[in-house]
């Protein structure tokens, strides 16, 4: 007996072959696609263990925060981008990865930036203007886009005569310096030499002044104060240094040194949205693989062939029913 050559299930079949073979044998599709290139730089020092964001009804420390935001924006961002990931302690900022495709290299991408930790740190100090400056540099070697994150807390606080020189050019690297942490005050976590967590830090445990470089102006009125010996007064400074806020003010000023914008984190999609707006678009050519369409297709053509009828039947059935209902039978009652 011959197959009729008309049966819908016959022709479903033979388009879920041709799609099948289709799939091991098309080839990739060359396409050019905006995209981004940028180097993410994570500041992984003390202040960004505050647990001042929250995730699941429960907080979460900053560094916690940016690491999710990251990824969920990453997530977002154009096949055949690039990112490279670096972090930022004491003065120096220090490369983990160059630029690597968005698309295909994602799961190391993710699973690096999971795996930072502030325990990674090589000092406790945190001088935010000369790490932000030497990630610009950073940035422009690679040719890349710059996302500093960092709640903007200098331990110790900046010298009286204010922070270091930006000597670029300001705008020649465009990006984001993204604030982190709550504008209110929070206690700092404190730990011991194993990393256990032991309380928070106390007035007593930070540097409240930097008493580096020329003493401020009308330092002579302090008290105790000697040219000679104790050019900052003898008295020691206490301030709040031991808390932590996001510090705005001194972030937006950085941004307009350099050129970069400022923006806040909330989380991924305000970031993209954020860091687009002033990224650098580039277009390059980029592979399209046809082969989960192609798949999905052979997929539904099969489904299509072997549940279709049950479906027209049930569908036609459904439909007698109704009618039935709506004009019923001479000698039957509604």
């Not at 995730?55 to 977002?76: Q, Y």
């Not at 495709?101 to 935010?128: K, N, Q, Y």
């Not at 003898?234 to 923006?263: C, F, P």
Request: aromatic content about 8%.
């Amino acid at each position: 007996m011959r197959p009729d050559i008309r049966d819908p299930r016959l022709i479903l079949l033979l388009l879920a072959m041709l799609s099948l073979i289709a799939a091991f044998v098309a080839p990739r599709i060359t396409t050019r696609r905006p995209s981004f290139d940028l180097l993410a730089v994570i500041d992984i020092t003390g202040s960004m263990n505050v647990r001042d964001y929250s995730a699941g009804g429960r907080p979460v420390s900053r560094l916690d925060a940016v690491k999710t935001a990251l990824r969920e924006m990453l997530a977002e961002l154009p096949c055949s981008s690039h990112v490279g990931l670096a972090i930022f302690s004491e003065r120096r900022t220090f490369l983990l990865f160059e630029p690597i495709d968005v698309c295909v290299d994602f799961a190391p991408i993710e699973a690096s930036t999971e795996a930072l930790d502030w325990r990674m740190a090589w000092e406790g100090d945190s001088h935010i203007s000369a790490g932000l400056f030497r990630a610009i540099d950073l940035a422009r070697e690679l040719k890349s886009d710059l996302v500093f994150f960092t709640d903007g807390q200098e331990a110790p606080p900046i010298p009286p005569r204010g922070a270091p020189t930006f000597e670029g050019r300001a705008g020649e690297v465009r990006g984001l310096i993204v604030g982190v942490g709550s504008h209110s005050l929070s206690p700092i976590p404190k730990f011991d030499d194993r990393g256990r967590e032991i309380g928070f830090l106390g007035v007593d445990e930070v540097p409240h002044e930097s008493r580096f470089g020329l003493p401020p102006e009308g330092a002579e009125r302090r008290e105790g104060y000697n040219a000679r010996n104790a050019p900052f007064g003898a008295a020691v400074a206490v301030g709040v240094e031991h808390l932590s806020s996001v510090k705005e003010d001194y972030l937006r000023s950085l941004a307009e040194k350099t050129g970069l914008a400022y923006a806040y984190l909330e989380d991924g999609k305000r970031l993209r949205s954020d860091y687009a707006a002033v990224a650098s678009v580039r277009t390059r050519q980029a592979a399209v693989d046809l082969t989960p369409f192609l798949g999905a297709a052979a997929a539904l053509f099969t489904f299509l062939a072997s549940a279709g009828p049950s479906i027209a039947q049930a569908f036609v059935q459904a439909r007698k029913v109704a009618l039935f209902s709506i004009y019923p039978q001479p000698g039957r009652s509604k």
